[in-house]
Structures are given as C-alpha cells and as structure tokens.
C-alpha cells in the first residue's frame, strides 16, 4: 500500500513569491492533516479536513495561506507571499478511524516538504 | 489547552545501553498517546501508541506505558543500538483531532 506522498520534496523561493505544496492522502484515508514542524520544534497544525471539509482551521494564517481537498482525496497548500519566517517542513498525513474508531486512530506522515525562504 | 513536554536532548548514549526519554501531558479527559520517530533525512513514523490507562505500547524493542496518575508516557528501550538514532517526539490526541506534539529529543547512538 503507497504512503502518503507529497511533492515537491524541496523548494527555495524568495520572499513575496507564491509556493504550493501537494498531497495525496493513502487511498480510503478520509481525514487529511497539514502540519508545520519549525527546526528544532515538533509540527503543529495548519488545518485539518474531513473529505472536502476543512473541519479545523483556527491556526491557518488565512491573510497568506489558503488550503484546498476539492475531491476529498488529494490537497494543495499554497502561500501567497511568503516572507523568511514560513521557512518550514510542511507535513501533510491522513487518517482513517478503524475498529478503535477515532479514538485509536494512527497519523500516517509523508516526507514532507521542506521550504526556504530567501 | 492540551501539550505535550519531553526531555530536551540530545541524549548521547553508547551502544547497548538503557534509554528512557521522559514524556508528560497536559489533557482534558482521556487522550490517545503516541510516539513517533523522525529518522535522518526521512518523514514521521509512528513507533508506538497507547489509547487507555495502564495500555503498553511496544515496537521495535520500546515500550511506553500510559500512566494516567502521573501523566507520563515514558519511552524506553533496553538495548540502543547505532540504528535507533533519530528524533523521538511524544505526542497526544483526542478524538481523532489533530496531534499535539512534544519539542522532540535527539538521540545519538555511538558505537
């Protein structure tokens, strides 16, 4: 069974300029979480879907950042501009409540994109 | 709020030798904990969980106990070897919202 996969792996832009990063959730997955993880500091959510719904969102800097899972499979990030501190591994996982239900519910993590902003 | 404190690191150990990483919580309720492992150069992998009192999580030689008196989850391993260098976080969640990590603790095994 293919991992969550992201893409791109790495992205160096300069401040003010647009960037998007890309997830494709393990297939059957129905939840789908994007995570910022700072050097040196553990992730921290950015939003979190339920299929097409973005069911929490209260840590997306919204005047820059927007999100989209318009199928309720695969999700885009993007930053609109960025500035030096957005420089960051962005971390998409997904998730599927088993027979624990929620409750038990194991995060799978994809590698991650790792940006610079110059 | 919910949070997450572990041991800073970096923990330096010699191979074979007894890891403990302390973890502690802050919860409402009754939180599902988890330890994930961040090798070099690769993504996040579950090591290990718990979802109720007194449950133990085993994986690849640790083990975690969720201990709800003391809100610990304390990771250990018995023997570390080269390979288990990596970045160990603790972290937490609740009805299936969205993990609570830990700083995360840098072990280095040298053999």
């Known amino acids: 069974e293919a991992g969550v996969v992201q893409s791109p792996r790495y992205k160096i832009i300069e401040k003010k300029q647009p960037v998007a990063f890309w997830c494709n959730p393990i297939s059957g997955h129905n939840t789908l979480y994007w995570y910022r993880q700072n050097l040196g500091q553990g992730p921290e959510l950015l939003i979190r879907?339920?299929?097409?719904?973005?069911?929490?969102d209260s840590q997306l800097p919204k005047d820059r950042f927007s999100a989209e899972r318009l199928k309720g499979v695969d999700s885009t990030l993007k930053i609109q501009p960025a500035e030096l501190g957005d420089s960051a591994v962005y971390l998409c996982?997904?998730?599927?409540?088993?027979?624990?239900?929620?409750?038990?519910?194991?995060?799978?993590f994809g590698p991650g994109t790792r940006l610079l902003v110059l | 709020g919910n949070s997450v404190t572990q041991m800073e690191g970096p923990v330096t150990l010699s191979e074979e030798a007894f890891l403990t990483i302390n973890c502690t919580y802050t919860a409402t309720g009754y939180p599902s904990l988890f330890w994930y492992v961040q090798y070099p150069g690769e993504g996040l992998q579950l090591l290990l969980k718990?979802?109720?009192?007194?449950d133990k999580g085993s994986n690849k030689g640790f083990e975690a106990t969720y201990r709800k008196e003391t809100t610990s989850f304390h990771l250990e391993k018995g023997s570390v070897q080269v390979s288990d260098s990596a970045v160990y976080f603790c972290?937490?969640?609740?009805?299936?919202?969205?993990?609570?990590f830990g700083k995360g603790t840098t072990l280095s095994v040298s053999s």
């Open positions: 996982a997904s998730s599927s409540p088993g027979l624990a239900g929620a409750r038990g519910e194991t995060q799978y």
């Open positions: 718990a979802t109720k009192a007194d």
């Open positions: 972290a937490l969640t609740q009805a299936g919202t969205a993990l609570i």
């Open positions: 879907y339920e299929n097409e719904e973005a069911v929490d």
